[in-house]
């Protein structure tokens, strides 16, 4: 069975926010990462004023759900409208089941990222379905 969480992105302000949501509803994060901490990658350099922003954070909100997020670097989206920067997040079972999710839902949309390994470890795509929904597809974490 596949597991869906809200993924909030922000314009610069993420950990600021999830500090706040972390007084909310307690816990702390189960990872916070840095763009700044990411290696180099060919198309998808880190300006010096990305490498501060949250690249991924995540709360366990309850046993089954966890609040995700991240900034949107300089390059990533400009188009982020207040109130409407989510992104839903499906954390599957299998790479199988990672792939048949992902093809379906980019199928008539956009990929963003394709699904490959990533260096935290996770098998991870991105993709904007037909109707303009952002999706994160990823298998392990």
């Known amino acids: 069975m596949s597991?869906?969480?809200?993924?909030?992105?922000?314009?610069?302000?993420?950990?600021?926010?999830?500090?706040?949501?972390?007084?909310?509803?307690?816990?702390?994060?189960?990872?916070?990462?840095r763009?700044?901490?990411?290696?180099?990658?060919?198309?998808?350099?880190?300006?010096?004023?990305?490498?501060?922003?949250?690249?991924?954070?995540?709360l366990p909100?309850?046993?089954?759900?966890?609040?995700?997020?991240?900034?949107?670097g300089e390059k990533m989206n400009p188009s982020i409208i207040q109130g409407s920067n989510f992104t839903l997040s499906v954390n599957t079972e299998s790479k199988q089941e990672a792939d048949r999710i992902f093809n379906d839902l980019s199928k008539g949309g956009k990929v963003s990222m394709p699904m490959e390994n990533t260096f935290w470890g996770s098998y991870f795509g991105m993709c904007?379905?037909?109707?303009?929904?952002?999706w994160m597809v990823s298998f392990g974490e």
Not at 64 to 70: N, R, V
Not at 128 to 134: L, M, P
């Open 3 to 33: 597991v869906i969480n809200p993924y909030l992105t922000f314009t610069g302000n993420c950990e600021e926010a999830f500090n706040y949501y972390k007084s909310v509803f307690g816990g702390e994060f189960a990872s916070i990462q």
């Open 35 to 58: 763009f700044g901490e990411m290696p180099p990658q060919e198309g998808y350099p880190v300006s010096e004023s990305d490498k501060s922003k949250i690249m991924h954070v995540s």
């Open 128 to 134: 904007i379905d037909q109707f303009g929904i952002s």
């Open 61 to 72: 909100i309850s046993k089954e759900t966890i609040l995700m997020g991240s900034d949107a």
